[in-house]
């Protein structure tokens, strides 16, 4: 059974690039085989992980919802979709990954979500670690799409506001009752730690602070993946180093 890691956090904190590099981590420290899911409809985790999908599943569900005529008869639409989505997962150099995209046809959103969410389960157990970037805010979370995570990662700034958005995160997820064992809290691109007493009524296991690392904004400004980042990059370093909690099975 896969080991789920899934990112939150306000937007523009750092998600998809700390998820890019947990991808990294796990490869490097070789934790067995790694599903990455980019599950923003703005998808750019592929571009950070250098690995980008042709097709998205929300392109295979419009297709589908458009031809139906597409479906061999005798295979019902579930078993083909199955079969579609094995074609829309890129393979990298030690971890494959999968664009969840967002379906624009009309059609049932408890369908498309339903769809998505037996994608997933059926995944979950194919892979040793599945880490998925989500979108900024809430919505990803009141739809469900995974209804379990072994690792809920948070990612904010230092600033009260940010940590605000934070807890409200923690505090939705038990609300609609997805099943999370382990929270974590990491601060990006901060310059100081932060002070135990404003952790007090976090309900996060906090971590650590990643700061702002030049070779990031390089990597970033040239277009090119966090797979070429320099191995001493103080951020991959690290994270190495507070990340492993966030690793660790059971
Ligand atoms: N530790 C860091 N040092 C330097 N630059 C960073 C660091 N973390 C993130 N960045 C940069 O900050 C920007 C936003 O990061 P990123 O895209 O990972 O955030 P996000 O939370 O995924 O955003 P969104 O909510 O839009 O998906 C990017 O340009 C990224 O390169
Ligand atoms: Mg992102």
Redesign the pocket.
């Known amino acids: 059974m896969g080991y789920v890691i899934a990112m939150a956090?306000?937007?523009?904190?750092?998600?998809?690039?700390?998820a890019a590099l947990i991808v990294r981590l796990i490869k490097e420290k070789k934790l067995g085989s790694i599903l990455a899911v980019d599950a923003?409809p703005?998808s750019?985790f592929g571009e950070?992980l250098g690995v980008v999908p042709q097709k998205s599943i929300g392109t295979i569900l419009d297709e589908i919802s458009k031809h139906p005529d597409k479906i061999p008869s005798g295979m019902s639409k579930d078993r083909f979709i199955e079969y579609e989505v094995q074609t829309a997962i890129a393979e990298g150099e030690g971890f494959d990954v999968l664009t969840m995209g967002r379906p624009e046809g009309p059609g049932c959103y408890c369908y498309v979500n339903n769809a998505l969410r037996a994608v997933m389960d059926k995944l979950i157990k194919d892979y040793d670690y599945i880490v998925i970037?989500n979108?900024?805010g809430l919505e990803h979370l009141s739809r469900r799409t995974a209804r379990s995570a072994d690792a809920m990662v948070v990612?904010s700034g230092l600033s009260a506001v940010g940590l605000k958005a934070a807890k409200r995160i923690s505090e939705l997820a038990r609300e609609i009752d997805i099943k999370i064992k382990k929270r974590f809290l990491i601060l990006?691109?901060c310059t100081n730690d932060l002070e135990p007493d404003k952790l007090k009524d976090l309900n996060f296991d906090y971590l650590g602070c990643?700061?702002?690392?030049?070779e990031?904004?390089l990597?970033?400004l040239n277009g090119q993946s966090l797979m070429s980042l320099n191995e001493k990059a103080k951020?991959l370093v690290v994270l190495g180093k507070i990340g492993e909690k966030i690793l660790q099975r059971g």
Do not use: F, H, M, Y
């Not at 956090?9 to 700390?18: A, F």
């Not at 990643?210 to 030049?214: N, R, V």
């Open positions: 956090g306000k937007g523009g904190t750092g998600k998809t690039t700390i923003d703005n750019n950070a970037d979108e900024a990612v990006n691109l990643i700061p702002d690392d030049k990031i904004g990597i970033s951020s």
